[in-house]
C-alpha cells in the first residue's frame, strides 16, 4: 500500500472524527457526566478533590477531568472542546499501533494495522461517546509501543516514556493500564523462554516513576477521603479513596467487595465485538485461531522474529475482563489496538497473499451482505425516525448506497475490492450517522435542548430548579451552570423558573395560578434505543413530556 492511499483513509476518517465532535452533543449518561465534571473542575479549581454537582466522586481517576477542563478553559464549554485531550490520546493510540507493526512486520501490515483500528466501529463510537476508555486506549498503546521500543534498543527514553504512559493511563482508568502490558509481554518472554525479561532491574526505575506521577491523585484521594472515612459511595460507606481506587474498583470485582454486578458471562465481551470491532471482526477470529494454531504446530514456543504480544496481550486480558462480576462493552476497548494487529496479518494474507481462496471468497460474500445492509440501514434511518432530516442527506445517502453497490460489481483497482467496500461502507455509514441520525436523536435528551433555550432566552440560572424529572449531566454541561433540584413542591417559590414532567402541572396550578409554560417538550433515554422509540408513530408512548415554565407568570423576572 502506498503512502498516498494509506494517508487518504486515515485522513477520511479523521474527517468524520472531526465531523462526530462537531455535529454530536454529549450523550447521558457517562459522556454528559464525565463532560459536566470537567466544567464543574474548571469553575471550582478543584484538580486533587473530584466533584459531581458538588458531591464527593470516586469511581473514576482524575486525567480526563484534569485534561478536558484544560481544554474547556483554553476553548470554551463546548462538546468539542470536551472531546479534544481524549480524541488526541486516541489518534496517539493509532499511530502507536502503527510504529508498533513496524517492530515485527513489514510496512503494510502496520499501515492495515493502523487503518482498521482507525476504522473500527468502535473508534468512531469513542470520538464523541467519550468516556475514560477512549483515552485509556491511548496510554496503554503508547505504553506497548514504547516498551517494545526498550526491548529493542535498551535507550532509556523508551522505558522512561513507557511507565509515564502507564502512569497516565493508570490515572485515566485505575490498574488496569499497568496490568495489560504485563499481559502482554509476559506471553511474549515465555514463548520465547527469555526468562532474563522477568528480573530486570531497570523496572524497580519504571515502577518508582510511576509511583511518583501518581502522587497528586493519591494525595487528593487522601485528603478527600482516608482523612475523612465513612462518606457513603453508591451506598456504601468508603473508609479509604486510596484503598477503594487501587483494590477495590478493580481487584474487588472478582472479590465480590465491587458493588456493581452486570452482565457477568464470559462471552458477553465477545458477543460485543460483533458490532463494536466492524467490518473487521471476522478477520480478527480468524487471525487468533491461526496464531493459537500456528502456536501449537510450534510446540509453544515462538523464533526472535516472531511476536506474541498481541494475541497473548489480547488473550490474557479479555479472560480477565470476562471474569468479573461486572462488564461493559466498552471495557474490552483497551486492547483494540491488539486485534487490530491481529486482524491486519489476516487481512495481509487473505487479500494481499491470496492465501486460503475458499476462505476468502466466502468472507467476501458474507461482508458483501453484512455491508449492504449496514447501508439499507443507513438510508432507512435518514428517512424513516426523523422526517426534518435535510433532503440534501437523504439523497447522500442513497448516493452512498447506489456506490457501494458499484465497488460490489465494478471495484477501482487500487486496492482489493473487499477493503474497498469495508472501508467505504464504515467510514460512509458513521458520516451519514454523524450528520443526520445523531443530531436529530439528542433533541430527544432534554438536557442540551433545555440549555439551548436558557441561553438563548437569557433566563437566570439561579432561578432555574430541576423538580419531578430524571437527571440530566448535559443540561449542567451544556447549560454551564448546576442547576438547583428539589423534591418537595411546598420548597418552591413564585419567582423560579422550573423544569419538570408535564404531569407535574395539575398539582402545580392550584399553588401558582398565574404560570406560564416557556417551553413543552419530551425526552428519552436516547442510550437505550427500541424500534417502538424510532418509530415516528408509536414514539409518543415512548416519551416522557416535560414543559420549562415560570411559576409566577412574569416574563420580565426571568
Known amino acids: 500500500m502506498n503512502n498516498r492511499l494509506f494517508g487518504l483513509i486515515l485522513s477520511a476518517c479523521v474527517v468524520v472524527y472531526i465531523i462526530s465532535m462537531w455535529q454530536i452533543p454529549v450523550i447521558d449518561i457517562d459522556a454528559a457526566q464525565y463532560a459536566s465534571m470537567s466544567r464543574e473542575m474548571m469553575e471550582n479549581g478543584s484538580y486533587l478533590k473530584l466533584y459531581d454537582l458538588g458531591f464527593d466522586y470516586?469511581?473514576?481517576?482524575?486525567?480526563?477531568?484534569?485534561?478536558?477542563?484544560?481544554?474547556l478553559q483554553l476553548f470554551g464549554v463546548y462538546d468539542w472542546a470536551y472531546r479534544i485531550p481524549s480524541v488526541i490520546l486516541l489518534l496517539a493510540g493509532i499511530y502507536a499501533t502503527y510504529r508498533f507493526t513496524l517492530f515485527f512486520y513489514q510496512k503494510t501490515i502496520a499501515q492495515l494495522a493502523a487503518i482498521i483500528l482507525a476504522s473500527s466501529q468502535a473508534v468512531f463510537l469513542m470520538v464523541h461517546d467519550v468516556r475514560c476508555d477512549t483515552m485509556l486506549m491511548g496510554w496503554v498503546m503508547l505504553s506497548i509501543w514504547q516498551l517494545a521500543a526498550w526491548y529493542r534498543s535498551d535507550q532509556w527514553k523508551h522505558l522512561l516514556f513507557a511507565f509515564a504512559s502507564i502512569a497516565c493511563g493508570m490515572m485515566t482508568k485505575g490498574p488496569i493500564a499497568l496490568m495489560v502490558p504485563v499481559f502482554a509481554f509476559a506471553p511474549h518472554f515465555v514463548l520465547k523462554r527469555d526468562w532474563?525479561?522477568?528480573?530486570?532491574?531497570?523496572?524497580?526505575?519504571?515502577?518508582?516513576?510511576?509511583?511518583?506521577?501518581?502522587?497528586?491523585?493519591?494525595?487528593?484521594?487522601?485528603q478527600q477521603f482516608d482523612m475523612q472515612p465513612g462518606k457513603v459511595f453508591h451506598g456504601r460507606a468508603i473508609q479509604s479513596g486510596l484503598r477503594f481506587y487501587y483494590w477495590t474498583q478493580s481487584?474487588?470485582?472478582?472479590?465480590?467487595?465491587?458493588?456493581?454486578?452486570?452482565?457477568?458471562?464470559?462471552?458477553?465481551?465477545?458477543?460485543?465485538?460483533?458490532?463494536?470491532?466492524?467490518?473487521?471482526?471476522f478477520f480478527f477470529l480468524i487471525g487468533l485461531f491461526f496464531a493459537i494454531k500456528r502456536l501449537f504446530q510450534q510446540k509453544f514456543r515462538i523464533s526472535e522474529e516472531q511476536e506474541w504480544i498481541s494475541a497473548g496481550g489480547f488473550i490474557i486480558t479479555y479472560c480477565i475482563l470476562a471474569r468479573s462480576q461486572a462488564q461493559l462493552p466498552h471495557y474490552i476497548f483497551v486492547v483494540l489496538p491488539l486485534a487490530a494487529v491481529i486482524a491486519a496479518r489476516t487481512v495481509y494474507k487473505l487479500l494481499f497473499e491470496a492465501?486460503?481462496?475458499?476462505?476468502?471468497?466466502?468472507?467476501?460474500?458474507?461482508?458483501?451482505?453484512?455491508?449492504?445492509?449496514?447501508?439499507?440501514?443507513?438510508?432507512?434511518?435518514?428517512?424513516?425516525?426523523?422526517?426534518?432530516?435535510?433532503?440534501i442527506t437523504k439523497l447522500l445517502a442513497v448516493l452512498g448506497s447506489v456506490l457501494y453497490l458499484v465497488l460490489l460489481f465494478k471495484p477501482f483497482k487500487a486496492v482489493h475490492q473487499l477493503l474497498q467496500m469495508a472501508l467505504f461502507t464504515v467510514i460512509g455509514v458513521n458520516l451519514f450517522l454523524a450528520i443526520g441520525f445523531y443530531p436529530h436523536l439528542l433533541q430527544y435528551q432534554f438536557?442540551?435542548?433545555?440549555?439551548?433555550?436558557?441561553?438563548?432566552?437569557?433566563?437566570?440560572?439561579?432561578?432555574?430548579?430541576?423538580?419531578?424529572?430524571d437527571e440530566s449531566r448535559a443540561l449542567h454541561f451544556y447549560g454551564n451552570h448546576i442547576f438547583q433540584r428539589k423534591t418537595d413542591s411546598l420548597q418552591l417559590q413564585p419567582n423560579e423558573v422550573l423544569i419538570t414532567r408535564k404531569e407535574s402541572l395539575s398539582h402545580l396550578q392550584q399553588r401558582f395560578p398565574n404560570m406560564n409554560t416557556i417551553f413543552e417538550?419530551?425526552?428519552?433515554?436516547?442510550?437505550?434505543?427500541?424500534?417502538?422509540?424510532?418509530?415516528?408513530?408509536?414514539?409518543?408512548?415512548?416519551?416522557?413530556?416535560?414543559?420549562?415554565?415560570?411559576?409566577?407568570?412574569?416574563?420580565?423576572?426571568?
Not at 255 to 267: A, L, P, Q
Not at 447 to 469: C, S
Not at 534 to 556: C, M, Q, S
Open 447 to 469: 438536557g442540551n435542548t433545555v440549555a439551548k433555550l436558557l441561553n438563548e432566552k437569557k433566563i437566570n440560572k439561579e432561578q432555574v430548579i430541576l423538580y419531578n424529572i
Open 355 to 391: 492465501k486460503h481462496k475458499g476462505l476468502t471468497k466466502l468472507l467476501f460474500w458474507v461482508h458483501a451482505f453484512i455491508f449492504f445492509l449496514l447501508w439499507a440501514a443507513a438510508v432507512a434511518l435518514m428517512f424513516w425516525p426523523f422526517p426534518d432530516i435535510t433532503f
Open 58 to 71: 470516586l469511581d473514576k481517576p482524575p486525567m480526563l477531568f484534569w485534561l478536558s477542563s484544560i481544554s
Open 251 to 281: 481487584f474487588g470485582r472478582y472479590t465480590g467487595e465491587n458493588v456493581f454486578n452486570e452482565m457477568n458471562h464470559f462471552t458477553f465481551l465477545l458477543e460485543n465485538m460483533l458490532w463494536s470491532f466492524l467490518p473487521w471482526i
Open 196 to 222: 532474563k525479561q522477568f528480573f530486570r532491574w531497570e523496572y524497580i526505575v519504571g515502577l518508582i516513576l510511576v509511583a511518583i506521577l501518581l502522587l497528586p491523585m493519591s494525595i487528593g484521594l487522601y
Open 521 to 558: 417538550g419530551s425526552y428519552y433515554g436516547v442510550s437505550m434505543l427500541s424500534l417502538p422509540f424510532l418509530n415516528p408513530e408509536t414514539r409518543a408512548k415512548e416519551t416522557v413530556p416535560y414543559v420549562v415554565v415560570d411559576l409566577d407568570g412574569r416574563p420580565g423576572n426571568l
